[in-house]
């Protein structure tokens, strides 16, 4: 089973749009969120983390928290070409498991 | 800066060889993870080590997967008998890092063939 989905498979925006990526925990032992960002043909780089309800925002990019529904989202700005990514959501386990979902694949179309 | 390195790069197996593939985790972190990665799966946990003790052995993996660290900058993934649907990248991954202790840092992976 699954412990960490994400949404949608796959994006496409316009240069300048705005990327929105969800992702949901269905384990509620989770505690701890992380993006990772892999381009292709290379290995995951954290982009962001957050365990607190709320935002947290580093430059173009923003991360939601909702720790009650275990829900967390990431949004990309002003997104460019170099944005286009496979985009991991990943989850920790008060055991210290560390999960990752299917990833969405972003394209940013110039 | 030694980022986790992961030896080989690639590796082609006949169906039912055994392989073993190598990581060195950056100096100083607790953890290791040993992920698989394919497109339909996404990427699995395979292992996990805290200050070397196994703390994850991959249950479905288990039987033919075995990771080992023998110390504290060295560990190995073990796949016997190898079989094509093992084909896949396997990554690793330290963290501990003091400025961000959960923080993954992967190494470039090992693409693994089996014919």
Known sequence: QQKVQQSPESLIVPEGGMASLNCTSSDRNVDYFWWYRQHSGKSPKMLMSIFSNG???EGRFTVHLNKASLHT???IRDS?????ALYLCAARRANNRIFFGDGTQ???KP | DAGVTQTPRHEVAEKGQTIIL????????????WYRQTKIQGLELLSYFRSKSLMEDGGAFKDRFKAEMLNSSFSTLKIQPTEPK????????SSGDKISAETLYFGSGTRLTVL
């Open chain 1, 55 to 57: 935002e947290k925002e």
């Open chain 1, 73 to 75: 989202s990431l949004h």
């Open chain 2, 22 to 33: 190598k990581c060195e985790p950056v100096s100083g972190h607790n953890d290791l993870f």
């Open chain 2, 86 to 93: 093992d084909s896949a990248v396997y990554l690793c991954a």
């Open chain 1, 80 to 84: 460019q070409p170099s944005d286009s």
């Open chain 1, 106 to 108: 972003l394209v940013v």
